[in-house]
């Protein structure tokens, strides 16, 4: 269990204002990604983090920002939230698969956010 | 840049029969891996099964098999003898072979929305 605590789980937020989804983990995995689910688009990648105070973009960055001050935090933020960023946000974790040397992505609960 | 494409946007099956839910991929690359998830109504992302490119033998968990065509690029998903709690959303996944940063990232299809009828 990658023990991954997204926070909050749903969030209603008008236009304009500051939103910052949190993502914690337990297991000092180095490898943490933020996506976003829309109905027609799967998951997409917006950031992405290697490390504390490394981070990079994915490609729906815009309008987004990110930050990991500590191993186990990785904070999602709309500086200024619009109705276009309504949807579903997973954090998720890099992790080996036992016995097999391979990575495969664990997903947190996912956090629903509306914008009104 | 590698793409993912599910084409059945639904799909329904009865319970105890098969199913199998498509997925093609474009990549350039020789090696890679491929993934199905499950998204139930609860909506944790579950990983169902896993493909090596390198490896020729389609991979299976259970109910749950591959037929990975890879000169076709093609990675399907047989569901056997359906249970009702097969019913959810299933997408396929891509991600590059090499360890590192955005390489361990995920490139995902649109979905595949499974109901399965007593």
């Known amino acids: 269990d990658a023990g991954i605590t997204q926070s909050p789980r749903h969030k209603v937020t008008e236009t304009g204002t500051p939103v910052t989804l949190r993502c914690h983990q337990t297991e000092n995995h180095r490898y943490m990604y933020w996506y976003r689910q829309d109905p027609g688009h799967g998951l997409r990648l917006i950031h992405y983090s290697y490390g504390v105070k490394d981070t990079d973009k994915g490609e729906v960055s815009d309008g987004y920002s990110v930050s990991r001050s500590k191993t186990e935090d990785f904070l999602l933020t709309l500086e200024s939230a619009t109705s276009s960023q309504t949807s579903v946000y997973f954090c998720?974790?890099?992790?080996?698969?036992?016995?097999?040397?391979?990575?495969?992505?664990?997903f947190g609960a996912g956090s629903r956010l509306t914008v009104l | 840049a590698q793409t993912v494409t599910q084409s059945q946007p639904e799909m329904s099956v009865q319970e105890a029969e098969t199913v199998t839910l498509s997925c093609t991929y474009d990549t350039s690359e020789s090696d890679y891996y491929l993934f199905w998830y499950k998204q139930p109504p609860s909506r944790q992302m579950i990983l169902v099964i896993r493909?090596?490119?390198?490896?020729?033998q389609n991979a299976t968990e259970n109910r749950f098999s591959v037929n990975f065509q890879k000169a076709a690029k093609s990675f399907s998903l047989k569901i056997s003898d359906s249970q009702l709690g097969d019913a959810a959303m299933y997408f396929c996944?891509?991600?590059?072979?090499?360890?590192?940063?955005?390489?361990?990232?995920?490139?995902f299809g649109t979905g595949t929305l499974l109901a399965v009828q007593p």
């Open positions: 998720a974790i890099s992790e080996g698969l036992a016995g097999t040397g391979a990575n495969v992505l664990t």
């Open positions: 996944a891509y991600r590059s072979s090499y360890y590192g940063g955005a390489t361990n990232k995920l490139i």
């Open positions: 493909q090596e490119a390198y490896k020729q």
